[in-house]
């Protein structure tokens, strides 16, 4: 089990931290490491700390942009250490473990990390279909990004041991098919005045969350852009009469 998790790091600063996690990660029986755009060298610091964990290391992808981390996950959990009000369904981790075992029978799952300082920022969040929060003692709630991703994984290695066999239910649309049926779809809204071609982001962002937590599969997502597209085919019609 687990084979299916992405754990993916987001502009992590230090390379310690980057090695740190991949040890956590081997430990636990995760392999697939990706980095987004990490502002440090994964050279000698990393793999020191990475102990006997450089497969980990060796084999991690890096990229420029959390869409493209993302592209091929069905369900994508961003974590923090405070609960928010906007966003995604914030969850406890513990109870988002037997959803998180669900989910890799219908496709791939990527676990996102933040920034050390900061954390995962808003943009971030909206291409979430879960939040999780780790339970801490409320008067100290920090917790290093390696023990962090040491905590989230020893809960999915102890979910995966435990999770009986089931049915393989229906597959689930990939974040990139969704990523481009929600462009599509504010391409349409804007040509058919559904609202100002100069509304700022926000004006989308129901419909972000929307698609997101409807968890489509990949024939809803193409029928959903077929109607799309006979309603752009219907506007230019019209422009030509």
Same mark, same amino acid.
């Given at each position: ?9 987001v ?9 740190a996690v991949a040890?956590?990660?081997?430990v ?11 502002r ?18 060796d ?12 592209a091929e ?11 928010r009000s906007?966003?995604?369904?914030v969850?406890?981790?513990?109870s ?15 676990i ?16 979430c279909?879960r ?9 100290y709630?920090?917790?290093?990004? !390696?023990?962090?991703?040491?905590v989230?994984a ?12 089931g049915?393989?239910p229906?597959?689930?649309? !990939? ?9 599509h ?9 559904f ?25 809803e ?7 799309l ?8 019609? !019209?422009n030509?009469?």
């Open positions: 089990m687990n084979e299916k998790v992405s754990i993916v790091l502009r992590t600063t230090h390379p310690g931290n980057i090695g040890r956590a990660m081997r636990m029986g995760l392999h697939r490491l990706v980095l987004v755009d990490p440090c060298r994964v050279g000698s610091v990393a793999r020191a700390r990475a102990s006997g964990a450089v497969d980990v290391l084999h991690a992808r890096v990229v420029e942009s959390i869409d493209e981390a993302i996950a069905g369900f994508v959990v961003g974590t923090s250490a405070r609960k906007l966003g995604p369904q969850c406890a981790l513990r988002g473990m037997a959803e998180c075992m669900r989910e890799q029978e219908r496709g791939e799952v990527a996102l990390f933040g920034p050390e300082r900061n954390g995962l920022d808003n943009a971030a969040l909206e291409r279909n939040l999780w929060y780790i339970p801490t003692a409320q008067d709630a920090s917790l290093n990004l !390696s023990a962090a991703v040491q989230v020893s809960e999915l290695f102890a979910a995966g041991a435990d999770a009986p066999p049915d393989k229906p597959a689930v649309a !990939s974040a990139g098919e969704v990523a481009g049926l929600i462009t779809f504010e391409e349409v809204a804007r040509a058919v005045n609202v100002d071609a100069d509304a700022p982001r926000q004006a989308f962002h129901r419909v972000e969350r929307l698609f997101h937590r409807a968890r489509l599969e990949p024939a997502v193409k029928l959903l852009r077929g109607f597209t006979a309603v752009e085919r219907r506007k230019r019609q !019209s030509e009469r």
